[in-house]
């Protein structure tokens, strides 16, 4: 796991959050990927099961709005 989505993992847990299975976004616009077609999606949450709460989306009562976007370099 690299060192932001370690930080990720670290800020949920402290404040009882629930990471979203992210989108992936390329740098140009309309350039992207869904998460499965990169990583084991359920090897993932499972790595995470006891540490924090993973969904695979987004609440539908969340604002796109009040989401934070992070950018992570490659």
Not at 3 to 22: E, N, S
Not at 37 to 45: L, P
């Amino acid at each position: 796991m690299d060192v932001i989505a370690h930080d990720a993992v670290v800020v949920a847990r402290y404040f009882g959050a629930t990471l979203v299975v992210p989108d992936i976004r390329g740098s140009k616009p309309g350039d992207e990927r869904n998460f499965e077609e990169i990583y084991d999606v359920e090897k993932f949450i499972l790595s995470l099961d006891g540490v924090v709460r993973v969904a695979k989306e987004r609440p539908g009562k969340l604002s796109s709005r009040n989401l934070a976007a992070v950018k992570v370099p490659i």
